[in-house]
């Protein structure tokens, strides 16, 4: 679930030799699957474990991740480094957003996630952003595209060289394109 490197837990170990004897690390999430979601990393005294936290044990030392944020800290990965600037403690968690769906979720679920995790992050830079509206019979995605997006004279290739070719090579068997349900027209809902 987590990677913790070396360094950083050489340092936890270090930190952890200056606590309460049987102090945790315990790694969380605030406000896990929005997009204010944050990361963090707090000492747990033995009187703050409660009985649904995953124990992650490690050589000299436990992490302690509580239930809500155990899928939003799949692929989790923590460091330490040290340079010329002074030493840094790095938690990188890309599902703390969004809960990572299974392989064998629903195609719905998979679909949504891709797009949330891949590629609204990308039309963020530009104001933009895509919604999942439908998956049709026949196998085609059908998006809803807002802010910098709508009315965007880069659209059609935005669907159909980024969105579409990524989510056909992804899933193939089961999506044979997408299609813009977006009005595009000029108007007070359209970004210029």
Do not use: W
Not at 41 to 67: K, R, T
Not at 148 to 163: E, L, M, P, S, Y
Request: net charge negative; proline share 3%.
């Amino acid at each position: 679930m987590i990677t913790i490197s070396e360094s950083a837990q050489k340092h936890f170990i270090n930190l952890l030799s200056q606590q309460a004897e049987g102090t945790h690390i315990r790694v969380f999430v605030v406000n896990p699957g929005t997009a204010k979601a944050e990361c963090g990393v707090s000492y747990c005294p033995p009187d703050a474990v409660e009985e649904d936290d995953i124990e992650l044990s490690f050589d000299g030392f436990s992490a302690m991740v509580d239930a809500d944020s155990k899928g939003f800290l799949e692929e989790a990965e923590i460091d330490f480094t040290t340079d010329q600037m002074g030493s840094q403690l790095t938690l990188k968690a890309p599902n703390a957003k969004l809960r990572k769906v299974a392989d064998d979720a629903p195609l719905f679920e998979r679909v949504n996630y891709f797009l949330q995790a891949e590629v609204n992050p990308q039309l963020a830079g530009h104001g933009g952003e895509c919604t999942l509206v439908d998956i049709t019979e026949d196998g085609y995605a059908v998006l809803q595209f807002g802010g910098g997006c709508n009315g965007c004279a880069q659209i059609d290739v935005t669907v159909k060289d980024g969105i579409e070719k990524q989510l056909i090579e992804l899933m193939a068997d089961e999506i044979k394109g997408v299609k813009d349900a977006t009005e595009h027209e000029r108007g007070d809902h359209s970004y210029y």
